[in-house]
């Protein structure tokens, strides 16, 4: 990430010497040898911050263009694995496909049937036809990961075959969802969180709030951020991203930072997003 933000200032000072902007969303872990599927809404990335100072201009840009003042926000623990996205059809699972480039990502459903406990429905739902309260399409979007437990005990196995153990819980999850035989894959138990969304038809379900679309996530039976932190104002949201930063250490999940949404789901359309990312999230 350091080396990504210096090569962006080298690029704004000498856009002349700059052949490839860097600000464009990477390709995940695509092998090519997948059937590949279009998001029906564009995956983004998020804009990264690294200072108190950085975080206070976000909540300032967003309070000067909205002309608001003490806006709510949701913080959540940011996990270390790969975005997923997973489409719900009256509410039975039809697919699972990665974020690829943000508009074509791999279709990996077969691995996260085989190495989760992803619900094949969603609770409420009818057997057959649509249910209230179920949309039509929805694509929920969050993240496949390995627990740390899961981690340690599958390099405790390979120790003790003679085996080097894996380097990182996020590049084996990596190589676990992009295995070409679901029956390897399936040894290893993957887990799922969801926090957002892409397309929601009708459109009349699509969440008011984040809180809410957690509080909705969990509803349905679908795994979810536990006891986000919802806080009002600049300095009541860096005491809650250093909160998560002390805590990182005790969770049972790879984490790499915090992640801080604005909440009102109006507000955030009004912030709008750029090719890569929300102005509303951090």
Not at 181 to 197: E, H, I, N, P, Q
Request: hydrophobic share 40%.
């Amino acid at each position: 990430d350091q080396l990504k933000r210096e090569l962006a200032e080298w690029e704004g000072r000498y856009p002349a010497l700059s052949t490839a902007p860097s600000d464009g969303l990477g390709v995940d872990d695509r092998t090519g040898l997948r059937p590949v599927y279009r998001h029906r809404e564009r995956m983004l990335s998020l804009a990264k911050s690294y200072s108190e100072l950085e975080l206070r201009s976000f909540d300032e840009r967003i309070r000067r263009q909205l002309g608001r003042q003490n806006l709510i926000y949701v913080v959540e623990p940011k996990y270390y694995g790969l975005a997923l996205s997973v489409t719900y059809e009256n509410g039975r699972l039809v697919r699972a496909v990665t974020r690829g480039d943000g508009e074509v990502g791999d279709d990996v459903t077969a691995n996260v049937l085989a190495t989760t406990t992803l619900p094949k429905m969603l609770r409420g739902a009818a057997p057959t036809g649509s249910a209230p309260g179920i949309p039509a399409v929805l694509e929920v979007r969050g993240e496949i990961y390995l627990g740390l437990a899961e981690f340690a005990r599958i390099n405790q196995a390979r120790r003790k075959a003679g085996e080097p153990p894996f380097s990182h819980p996020r590049n084996l999850a990596a190589g676990t969802l992009q295995q070409l035989d679901a029956s390897t894959a399936v040894a290893r138990k993957l887990t799922m969180v969801f926090y957002g969304y892409g397309d929601c038809q009708p459109a009349a379900l699509r969440p008011v709030a984040q809180q809410n679309w957690l509080q909705q996530l969990r509803a349905w039976g679908l795994p979810t951020v536990e006891n986000p932190r919802v806080v009002q104002g600049a300095d009541a949201l860096w005491a809650a991203v250093q909160a998560v930063g002390r805590e990182r250490e005790n969770y049972l999940f790879p984490t790499d930072g915090a992640v801080v949404k604005l909440d009102e789901g109006l507000l955030q359309k009004q912030m709008g997003v750029t090719h890569q990312a929300p102005r509303w999230a951090l």
